[in-house]
């Protein structure tokens, strides 16, 4: 059990760039999620997948936006067109779900920085 | 939808004192309660969850947590605390059929001093 990893640690990026970030899973788990973190506040559920399903992704916090599983195993997470106010910690999470409150567990994150 | 409030942003805390972080949630549906922990310079992990039967669980590391439905609380307690549980604390929230999509409270920091 390597953990998840989340690639790069830090993103600084140009107002209007688009970004991607890399979440690599537990190997074995079959739920990843993707969560932002903003200074002060706890982590806010943006979308999951299990395998190479999105199965909700509502929660994207605008059409700029996407997220991919293409392989159920690593998956990214691509914001175009940034603005300020995409600067954040972007987590992603794995879990097997094995049964109701089955446990996250969560990489370092993605800091993002939009200049 | 479904809320998590953590009333206390930050909690500073003698060595060997005990401590509360408090937590109330809101949802309209029968709910899942956790509490994940974020030790400095690390990803968060879960602390310990409630899910059905008795109301009181237990960490390993000695806090523990008593859902109350009528008050709609998730308070978490330990009774002596130890420098290395300085770090990040975050109530939880998710509903019995969302899929582990968690809602996540502010979060409150604990701060033990020697």
């Known amino acids: 059990d390597t953990g998840v990893s989340q690639n790069p640690r830090h993103k600084i990026t140009k107002r209007g760039q688009n970004v991607t970030f890399r979440c690599d899973p537990i190997s074995e788990h079959n739920r990843l999620y993707w969560y932002r973190q903003t200074l002060g506040q706890g982590p806010e559920f943006l979308t999951y997948?299990?395998?190479?399903?999105?199965?909700?992704k509502s929660r994207l916090l605008s059409d700029r936006f996407s997220a991919e599983r293409p392989k159920g195993s690593f998956s990214t997470l691509e914001i175009q067109r940034t603005e300020q106010g995409d600067s954040a910690m972007y987590l992603c999470?794995?879990?097997?779900?094995?049964?109701?409150?089955?446990?996250?567990?969560f990489g370092n994150g993605t800091r993002l920085t939009v200049t | 939808a479904q809320s998590v409030t953590q009333l206390d942003s930050q909690v500073p805390v003698f060595e060997e004192a005990p401590v509360e972080l408090r937590c109330n949630y809101s949802s309209s549906v029968s709910v899942y309660l956790f509490w994940y922990v974020q030790y400095p310079n690390q990803g968060l992990q879960l602390l310990l969850k409630y899910l059905s039967g008795s109301t009181l669980v237990e960490s390993i590391n000695g806090f523990e947590a008593e859902f109350n439905k009528s008050q709609t609380s998730f308070h978490l307690r330990k009774p002596s605390v130890h420098i290395s549980d300085t770090a990040e604390y975050f109530c939880?929230?998710?509903?019995?059929?969302?899929?582990?999509?968690?809602?996540f409270g502010g979060g409150t920091r604990l701060m033990v001093k020697p």
């Open positions: 999470a794995s879990s097997w779900e094995s049964g109701p409150g089955s446990p996250l567990h």
């Open positions: 997948f299990q395998n190479e399903a999105q199965l909700e």
């Open positions: 939880a929230v998710s509903e019995n059929n969302a899929g582990n999509m968690l809602t």
